[in-house]
């Protein structure tokens, strides 16, 4: 059975940084990943480990995305944290998908969110 469950979100002044964590039970052979959602904008894919791991242009650099197949756990470490990151950010998997496709895709199972608000 897949459950995703977020934690880790937060308030943070820019510059500051958050790790968040996911227990992804029964994703240990799919693609893992993260996304967003920013007040009045899409959804849109953040990172993600499958063949190989993936990060959007915006975050590329500031974040990085672990995954210990052990605990069924994926990490989100963002450091350097903008106002523009604000968002609900979840984590998700998919069977099909991998690491490249992730950002064209969307994943089949997702967490409920969780929420990190960065503040100027």
């Known amino acids: 059975q897949i459950h995703l469950e977020e934690s880790g979100g937060g308030s943070v002044q820019a510059g500051g940084s958050l790790r968040l964590a996911c227990v992804a039970s029964?994703?240990?052979?799919?693609?893992v990943g993260w996304f967003r959602q920013s007040p009045g904008k899409d959804r849109e894919a953040v990172a993600a480990?499958?063949?190989?791991?993936r990060y959007a242009d915006s975050v590329r650099g500031r974040f990085t995305m672990s995954r210990d197949r052990a605990k069924d756990t994926l990490y989100l470490e963002m450091n350097n944290l903008e106002p523009e990151d604000t968002g609900m950010y979840y984590c998700?998997?998919?069977?099909?998908?991998?690491?490249?496709?992730?950002?064209?895709?969307?994943?089949?199972?997702w967490g409920q969110g969780t929420q990190v608000t960065v503040s100027s």
């Open positions: 998700a998997a998919d069977f099909y998908l991998s690491a490249s496709s992730w950002f064209g895709g969307r994943p089949d199972y």
């Open positions: 029964g994703t240990k052979y799919a693609t």
């Open positions: 480990i499958g063949d190989d791991t």
